[in-house]
């Protein structure tokens, strides 16, 4: 558990430590007023989704669900039966951090990929395309890749190209975890159109809550006739929201002058300002590109509990004594520079 460190400082454990942006408060005070129709049947709702189709284009169908589990595990479930499998990285959320939640609601097989930086590679899936036709073994189905990555790197569009295409030439999908996909597209200077739809992604997990919103998440079908029975998942699966404009709401103010952009993008810029503080110091090391809202570091093993001692983060590899500290949307250049005092002073000892 972390310790009980300074309940209003700002932490570098996770963007979903930070609290909701002021236009997204603004935004759920402003549906908050008289009734509507419960389950998403309300003008809130329908509003939010025009909103999406702003940004991806006609003929989409979206979903929202109250979290990031909720959507990716109904995400695959709209796309598998139960003989099938998902090729995945091993360190996807899907496979590391769901508590089996993926394999248990959708019945299938989860196989874990070697990664590459944190990306899936076409030559991975190559690798664990067999057993086609073969009824002793798990049948491919989905190709599920995280944007950006669990360790802060960015797919570039050409590699989600060539896994789109290895997926629509083998009849299986490709469903993007965009948990984080708003700091990817800020960091590739790409819309949310040209970082998803527009490189063959088939289902989208849209997240919200890691750039500014209180919560909820979308699922965003590019093949509408993917998600006819999805309304059924959904409700079967407790992801359907009974008050549901507010978190429609929440979506439409996060797509409305580029909320989106602008959050992702200073996250981005004060990971990089974390990361330009900390290569400063002797004995810390950044592991992976700085790509996203993400610095993971090594640093020496003795260091990380008297950093605890001011700042609650994750060791995100123990063995190795590699950590990860995450920025949000109202990360500071002052609590930047605050926490590479400390980490200064840990690392010297």
């Not at 610095?295 to 990380?304: E, L, T, Y």
Request: glycine share 6%; hydrophobic share 40%.
């Amino acid at each position: 558990m972390p310790p009980q460190l300074n309940k209003l400082a700002r932490n570098f454990a996770s963007d979903n430590n930070a609290g909701v942006h002021a236009e997204i408060i603004e935004a759920i005070a402003h549906v908050n007023q008289g009734h509507v129709v419960a389950y998403g049947d309300d003008p809130y709702t329908r509003s939010a989704i025009k909103k999406f189709e702003e940004h991806f284009g006609p003929d989409i169908a979206v979903f929202f669900t109250f979290n990031g589990t909720g959507a990716n595990v109904l995400s695959l479930q709209a796309l598998t039966r139960s003989f099938q499998s998902v090729l995945c990285s091993a360190y996807a959320h899907i496979y590391s951090d769901e508590c089996g939640a993926p394999e248990k609601h959708t019945g299938c097989k989860l196989i874990p990929l070697p990664h590459q930086d944190g990306k899936v590679t076409l030559d991975s899936v190559l690798h664990a395309y067999h057993g086609i036709g073969d009824e002793h073994h798990s049948q491919p189905r989905v190709i599920s890749i995280t944007q950006s990555t669990e360790m802060g790197t960015v797919y570039q569009p050409e590699e989600i190209q060539a896994l789109a295409r290895f997926a629509d030439e083998h009849e299986m999908f490709l469903h993007m975890d965009g948990a984080r996909i708003a700091n990817a597209a800020a960091s590739l200077g790409q819309t949310l159109r040209e970082a998803t739809r527009d490189l063959g992604v088939d289902v989208l997990s849209f997240g919200g809550t890691k750039n500014g919103i209180m919560g909820g998440e979308a699922v965003v079908f590019f093949r509408p006739e993917r998600s006819h029975d999805f309304a059924y998942l959904r409700k079967q699966g407790m992801q359907l929201a009974s008050k549901m404009r507010f978190i429609a709401a929440q979506f439409e103010a996060l797509l409305t002058n580029d909320l989106w952009r602008r959050s992702a993008e200073h996250a981005n810029r004060m990971a990089r300002q974390l990361e330009k503080e900390i290569s400063r110091i002797p004995g810390v090391r950044v592991v992976w590109k700085v790509e996203a809202n993400g610095v993971f570091a090594q640093i020496p093993r003795h260091s990380i509990e008297k950093i605890k001692q001011q700042y609650f983060f994750y060791t995100w590899m123990e063995e190795e004594s590699i950590v990860r500290w995450m920025c949000s949307f109202d990360t500071t250049e002052d609590d930047i520079r605050k926490f590479a005092e400390v980490v200064a002073k840990a690392v010297k000892g």
